[in-house]
């Protein structure tokens, strides 16, 4: 079976990854560089505390691959489990977390309800009159995203897989069901073309002649300079959506959760670099004195009912695996990137159900 | 031990053999090779290596420094403290 991928990002690699375990014989296109898109951008939080309960079950899988793709491609990911902390800074978000906390446990995620006071016990200098509650996950953690897009290339093309970098599909050649697609110039035949292209989808999906309506959210994020390890978790305070973390290379990595666009744009902004740094250095006052180096944005896109969409489409071949979602992509592309390759290869996977593109 | 090293990147300790090496692992287009080795996103921001990364890029591939092209340049140019920024605006 010949498999054309459109989208170099963690999505399209994890599927073109558990494809060629599979055998199948797959083509990764990417229009620009491998980190171009949001798997390049991104703060790498991984954590099994998410609010949409479809998704729970894949992040779990998720950090057992984790786990385990590091030593399978030969790539160090440099994932920290040092844990994941939400805060609420409302009382209705306050009760958001609880209510939270109560699903994800019932599906086996071992997050729990802590009060300010002990999240000073986990983060130090963390100003505990800056929220109301917060919730904690110790299976969870950072992970760094360029090596595990480095490292998932890597797997790849060890088990065969082509990835074309700045080649861009340009077409998605369609005869009764798909027959390949061109790029580059040039045709290359295809049973099956899978639409990973993250934010760029919904224009993807039109080459198919498929219409989808995934909404696309641009997010913006910065760093400061580096200091020694001094920031365990990762922190994210859902009433303002600012969040924080620390790199491998000791920089604070913090952003603002993204927000609906209309036109794919990466242009940063004063404004942003003005909100987080205010909520940040409530949060943890000690951060004041530390000096920003740099801010980007990135593009991401989410099913419009806030899901997925992975699977088949009414067209014979072409199949979605986009809408991956607010803070959830990386945490549940592995996972997601394993079933669908069941999916193609075998014609048919319930557990990707609800995710189907059929369900709009 | 001690060899002949030849520092490029100040900022991220980085040697002209060592990105020699990313370029022959095949990051070998700027904003790939920038990001495997961390050339150009230490405290300078790339003031004092960029240059220095193009000129061996291009003579490891043979593109034009023309060709070749700069990275995104990011904002703050310089370094600004938090605090600092902070008080340029409201919290929602
Ligand atoms: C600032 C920021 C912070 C985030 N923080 C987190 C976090 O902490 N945790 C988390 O889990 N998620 C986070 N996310 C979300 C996560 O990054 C995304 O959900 C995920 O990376 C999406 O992966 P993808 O493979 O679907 O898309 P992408 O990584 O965007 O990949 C799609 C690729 O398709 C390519 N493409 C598009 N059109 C074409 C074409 N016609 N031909 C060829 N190639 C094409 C693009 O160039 C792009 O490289 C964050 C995102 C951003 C922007």
Redesign the pocket.
């Known amino acids: 079976m010949k498999v054309a991928i459109?989208?170099?990002?963690?999505?399209?690699l994890s599927t073109a990854y558990y494809l060629s375990k599979l055998g199948a014989e797959v083509t990764v296109?990417?229009?620009?560089y491998l980190l171009?898109?949001?798997?390049?951008?991104?703060?790498?939080?991984?954590t099994p505390m998410i609010d949409k309960k479809e998704l729970i079950p894949f992040a779990l899988k998720s950090l057992e691959l984790y786990d385990k793709l590091p030593a399978e491609v030969d790539f160090n990911f440099l994932f920290r489990k040092d844990g994941y902390v939400k805060v609420a800074a409302s009382d209705a978000d306050a009760e958001k977390l609880k209510k939270d906390v109560r699903i994800q446990n019932e599906l086996g995620v071992k997050s729990k309800i802590v009060e300010p006071s002990e999240v000073k016990e986990l983060v130090p200098d963390f100003n505990p009159d800056s929220i109301v509650l917060a919730s904690y996950c110790s299976e969870s953690g950072v992970i760094f995203p360029w090596p595990v897009i480095w490292g998932l290339a890597r797997g790849c093309r060890e088990n065969g897989v082509e990835i074309k970098d700045q080649?861009?599909?340009d077409e998605i050649v369609i005869e009764g069901g798909v027959r390949g697609v061109r790029?580059g110039g040039e045709f290359h035949k295809a049973d099956v073309v899978v639409n990973?292209?993250?934010?760029?989808s919904n224009?993807?999906s039109e080459k198919a002649g498929v219409k989808l309506e995934n909404k696309i959210l641009k997010?913006?994020?910065c760093v400061t300079e580096s200091i020694k390890p001094y920031l365990d978790p990762y922190i994210y305070d859902i009433t303002y959506g600012v969040y924080l973390s620390q790199s491998a290379r000791g920089e604070i990595v913090g952003?603002i959760t993204?927000r609906e666009v209309q036109e794919i744009s990466t242009d940063s902004t004063l404004e942003f670099a003005a909100r987080y740094a205010k909520r940040a250095t409530q949060l943890i006052p000690m951060l004041k004195g530390l000096a920003m180096l740099r801010q980007w944005?990135?593009?991401?896109d989410e099913g419009k009912d806030g899901l997925p969409v992975v699977g088949f489409t009414e067209v014979d071949g072409f199949v979605q695996a986009?809408g991956?979602?607010?803070?959830?992509?990386?945490?549940v592309?592995p996972a997601l990137g394993r079933e669908l390759a069941r999916l193609i290869v075998k014609g048919d996977n319930p557990n990707l159900k609800e995710f189907s593109p059929r369900r709009f | 031990m001690v060899k002949e090293r030849k520092i490029v990147c100040r900022c991220e300790d980085l040697t002209e053999e060592e990105i020699i090496h990313a370029i022959e692992e095949g990051y070998d287009n700027l904003e790939s090779l920038k990001r495997y080795t961390g050339a150009t996103t230490g405290a300078c921001q790339g003031k004092g290596c960029l240059m220095h990364i193009i000129r061996i890029l291009s003579q490891k591939t043979g593109k034009s420094p023309e060709e070749i092209g700069v990275t995104t340049q990011r904002p703050p140019v310089n370094p600004v403290p938090l605090y600092v920024l902070s008080e340029g605006g409201e919290s929602e």
């Open positions: 459109i989208g170099a990002g963690v999505m399209g296109f990417e229009q620009k171009y898109g949001a798997s390049g951008r991104n703060s790498g939080g991984i080649t861009a599909v790029a990973a292209a993250g934010a760029w224009k993807v997010e913006e994020i952003g993204g944005a990135g593009v991401y986009n991956l979602g607010k803070h959830t992509g990386m945490i592309a």
